[in-house]
């Protein structure tokens, strides 16, 4: 069997997922019939991916071109789940680099291509949007290959073809086309692939062995492994033994070998030499473990990850509305769900917290912890979350923070809004660059502590216009600290049903989070003071009525709708002294210490 092996890395939003679509559906991978046909992001099965228009977790199809099989690895292309990127390229002998006509390589773009080349993967380029409206597909051209140069370990790494695409069309050429509606395909990129993409270096005679990249699990048939076979066979029933790099673990049998077709997994016999595999039967594996044939003495290296940057404290949920809303609410039962994300989310760091009180949950950033509380909520659980806070080193003896690049391309009307908020957080100007049609592209340098909230911030400041992407440069020595951004709180002093008679006297002093007839508890914040200090308030005072026009008052009350956040936005907003209640019906912030008295306790 002839077998390619190509990860598909990129950006976000430059066209992945998309692509794949069309690679499983112009091979007929699918029957004419099947849904799938007429499906957009078909790998991004996951409900958040879907919502969110991203990709999150690194997936692996398969199609067949000609007499070649190419097993397609799809990546994140947010810096957030970079993780995901680096324990799976092991997999690939080649990679399709996919880079916007328009808005050129981006600093995912700079990450994924360091790491594809780090691990000596054979290169393809793709541009593509060539039909966008602002492409500038020569000046892209030139910054890919300033990329290559800045990145190349040798010669060979320069040497990588380059075709042209309307991925959203299923169209690739290999030169630029002169006319874009004209029929096309995706034949040149499977041609291409096919010539590019070394066949996977394996010894066929040797014993088995696999490093496992990917768990998979159904309710049917347990746990899978999913891995490359580096050497050697493996068929049903075969026992094989559990290594972590050169510490055997235990041995187990192997049940069901699968491999990739589409979305399905289809059992053989016994497996092909450098195919992407499922293995059932090891119910115990993890990630960067290997499995081997029992002759051998030893396993790969484990993989390595590049280490989180971002932590945040996830406790069983103390609000008075503990229980009412969530399925799971219990410490046992967080510490359970947190043990199985571990094994999946190698990017993300969990431990017991040193008070004894909660887990430390770390990560690459807002994104990356923000997308797992919402798949716990989804699942039914409930609970408290703290502030996101830097994870910061002492380096050389001297206190360090991450730093990132941050990279903005935005309406050169909006550089000036950019340039104002970006000086508030103490950020450096690295470049600025403003091209023909009026689009500013500003990088800059600031470290991951200052750079919190700055998305959502800038977001509605700039009307939800422009591209923001970072990429983390390293721990520096603590920069400057910026002065408090956030106005103060708007702090419910009685536990009880808001009304709009209440609501109408909180609303002259700032915005509320809550609208009339909703349930509340003292300590929670109702709203956002129009001043910088902290104000109680009472949200669910009676007018008391003496007549039925009296009443009916109410009625004629005129609110303004209170301000919805989402859950990356709440986590952006509370302080150090503040929590986020978080359940599968409800996001509520509150601060730590409930009652008045305790906040003054604590805060002596």
């Known amino acids: 069997m002839n077998i390619r092996n190509i990860a598909i890395i990129a950006h976000v939003d430059h066209g992945k997922t998309t692509l794949v679509d069309f690679m499983l559906k112009q091979t007929h991978t699918f029957r004419y019939n099947q849904a799938e046909m007429t499906q957009t992001t078909i790998l ?67 990450f994924v291509l360091e790491k594809a080349l780090q691990s000596k993967l054979k290169m393809m380029v793709l541009i593509n949007k060539i039909d966008r409206s602002d492409a500038e597909i020569e000046r892209v051209e030139h910054q890919i290959e300033d990329l290559f140069l800045q990145l190349a370990e040798n010669d060979d790494d320069l040497s990588f073809p380059v075709l042209y695409g309307i991925a959203r069309q299923g169209k690739v050429w290999t030169s630029i086309p002169e006319d874009l509606n004209a029929p096309a ?8 692939i096919v010539n590019t993409v070394p066949e996977p270096r394996t010894a066929a005679q040797e014993p088995f ?19 490359k076979v580096s050497q050697g066979v493996v068929k ?58 029992p002759s051998v003495t030893s396993g790969y290296p484990t993989i390595k990850i590049s ?57 690459r950033g807002e994104l990356h912890l923000s997308v797992l509380i919402e798949e716990m909520r989804r699942e039914g659980y409930e609970m408290e979350v703290s502030k996101p806070q830097v994870i910061l080193k002492t380096i050389d003896s001297v206190q360090s923070e991450p730093v990132e690049e941050l990279t903005i ?31 500013v592209r500003m990088v800059f340098k600031i470290s991951s502590r200052n750079l919190l909230g700055f998305r959502s911030n800038i977001l509605t400041k700039t009307k939800g216009n422009g591209i923001f992407a970072s990429r983390f440069l390293g721990y520096f020595p603590m920069m400057g600290t910026i002065s408090r951004i956030r ?51 009472n949200a669910c005072k009676i007018k008391k009525s003496t007549n039925m026009r009296a009443a009916s008052a109410d009625m004629m009350i005129q609110l303004a709708p209170p301000v919805d956040m989402s859950l990356e936005q709440c986590l952006n907003f509370i302080a150090d002294d503040e929590l986020l209640e978080v359940t599968p019906k409800s996001l509520r912030m509150r601060k730590k210490y409930l009652t008045k008295d305790a906040r003054v306790k604590h805060s002596r």
Do not use: W
């Not at 000609?66 to 947010?78: A, E, L, M, S």
């Not at 399905?264 to 016994?270: A, E, G, S």
């Not at 909180?506 to 709203?527: K, R």
């Open 185 to 192: 395909d995706l034949t040149p990129l499977f041609e291409t």
């Open 409 to 439: 391309e935005i309406d050169n009307t909006f550089a000036g809004v950019i340039t104002e908020e970006m000086g508030k957080r103490k950020a450096e100007m690295l470049d600025s660059l403003v091209n023909q049609k009026g689009i």
């Open 209 to 227: 062995k696999m490093l496992v990249t990917n768990i998979d699990y159904d309710s049917y048939k347990g746990v899978y492994a999913i891995g």
């Open 236 to 293: 049903p029933g075969q026992k094989l033994a559990v290594f972590e790099h050169e510490k055997l673990l235990s041995f187990a049998n192997v049940k069901e070998v699968c491999t990739s077709i589409g979305l399905d997994r289809i059992n053989v016999d016994v497996s092909a030499p450098g195919d992407i595999i499922s293995l059932t039967g090891i119910d115990q594996i993890q990630i960067g473990q290997t499995l081997t044939d």
């Open 487 to 537: 106005d103060g709180v708007l702090i419910a002093s009685d536990t009880g049903v808001t009304t709009s008679y209440a609501l109408e006297s909180v609303q002259t002093h700032g915005s509320t989070f809550v609208g009339p007839g909703m349930n509340i508890y003292e300590g929670m914040l109702v709203g956002q003071n129009n001043r910088q200090e902290d104000m109680e308030v």
């Open 44 to 110: 991004d099965s996951n409900d958040q991916e879907r919502e969110r228009g991203i990709t999150i977790l690194a997936k692996t199809t398969a199609v067949n071109f000609n007499d070649t099989k190419i097993n397609i690895i799809d990546t994140p292309g947010h810096a957030d789940f970079s993780g995901e990127v680096e324990r799976v390229l092991n997999m690939a002998d080649g990679a399709l680099l996919i880079v916007d006509a328009a808005e050129g390589p981006l600093p995912q773009t700079r």
């Open 307 to 363: 280490e989180p940057t971002l932590t945040i404290t996830i406790n069983a949920n103390t609000s008075p509305f503990t229980g009412k809303e969530g399925e799971f609410s219990t410490i046992r039962q967080l510490e359970e769900r947190l043990k199985r994300e571990k094994k999946t989310n190698l990017g993300m760091k969990i431990e017991p917290n040193q008070s004894g009180h909660g887990f430390n949950v770390s990560g």
